[in-house]
């Protein structure tokens, strides 16, 4: 198995959306062992604390997106703080809201680019979060990473996307829930994605696979999002935007365990854990084992045997 210098980012993110409590994320990580799991793999783990956003001035009450000014200032500061891990490991983005995506996506696709390699998102989300600061209709910024990593207009004030993810090199998988808005842009996009409907058909294994070949052909870095509304909310409840529906446990193991058998992960979020509305700790540790799986974690090694 791959041995990896894995590097924890707290990033107590809460502004990408009007329900508090993913601020608490990165130590709830923290507290259900998820350095302690990954060194028991063998893996090097630091931890570099918490980071905060670039100074910003708070928003004036009244405007339709909400904490604008603070979401923007989380951008910069992540964008710089992924790039600059990149150099020395495989970062670990500690959630936070998925707007913290917007900078960790931008930051390691700077760094993709400057080791002259694509970059490749896997977005695994009951949402497809592709629209614009103009097209949310809530105004919660939490709704637009891919859209804004992927060059899209409409973000005015945020840091400019040096390196822009083609649309092809996306892949969404888990999608349940998305507007019509934002079902025809995406329409009108090359981002591979595959809903729940899909996955019932046909499994999920096989989008993934496909996915992984792409990312492998063309010596891609994988950056991997994780989302705790992608799983189903029976077995993952501490989330503000539960969609019933989600992937099973075991669903959710076997993307990371194909991940893992792949080698081509680069860099994770793990996002959207609100610790306030979790049962004991639950929805973290299921996330801090899937974190896990993707890094090697198995019950049962699978070599090829021989049978006489």
């Not at 002259?116 to 949310?136: E, G, I, K, M, N």
């Not at 989600?246 to 990371?256: D, K, P, S």
């Not at 854990?273 to 929805?283: H, I, K, S």
Request: aromatic share 6%; net charge negative.
């Amino acid at each position: 198995m791959t041995q990896y210098s894995c590097i924890l980012l707290g990033c107590p993110v809460d502004s990408g959306k009007r329900r508090t409590g993913c601020l608490m994320g990165p130590d709830a990580y923290r507290t259900a062992g998820l350095g302690e799991a990954l060194q028991a793999l063998g893996h090097k783990v630091e931890d570099r604390g918490n980071l905060s956003p670039a100074p910003f001035e708070p928003a004036q009450p009244g405007g339709k997106l909400h904490a604008l000014g603070e979401t923007i200032a989380w951008t910069q500061s992540l964008a710089e703080a992924a790039e600059r891990a990149m150099q020395d490991g495989l970062p670990i983005f500690l959630g936070g809201d998925h707007s913290l995506s917007l900078g960790t996506v931008a930051g390691v696709a700077a760094h993709a680019a400057a080791q002259d390699r694509p970059q490749f998102v896997l977005w695994l989300d009951a949402h497809s979060d592709y629209h614009t600061p103009q097209t949310s209709d809530s105004g919660n910024l939490h709704g637009t990473p891919l859209g804004y990593v992927t060059g899209r207009d409409g973000f005015e004030g945020f840091p400019t996307v040096a390196h822009p993810v083609p649309q092809e090199n996306i892949c969404i998988i888990g999608l349940r829930s998305v507007d019509a808005a934002e079902r025809a842009a995406l329409e009108e996009t090359e981002i591979h994605r595959h809903d729940m409907r899909e996955i019932d058909e046909t499994g999920i294994a096989k989008p993934l696979a496909a996915f992984l070949e792409r990312v492998e052909a063309a010596n891609g870095m994988l950056h991997v999002s994780l989302d705790v509304d992608f799983l189903d909310p029976s077995i993952a409840p501490a989330v503000g935007t539960t969609v019933p529906g989600g992937a099973t446990f075991r669903e959710g193991h076997l993307v990371m365990e194909m991940i893992s058998d792949s080698g081509l992960l680069t860099s994770l979020d793990l996002v959207e854990l609100n610790p306030f509305l979790d049962e004991r700790g639950r929805t973290a540790q299921v996330m801090v084992d899937l974190a896990a799986s993707a890094l090697g974690r198995r019950v049962f090694d699978r070599p090829t045997r021989a049978h006489s």
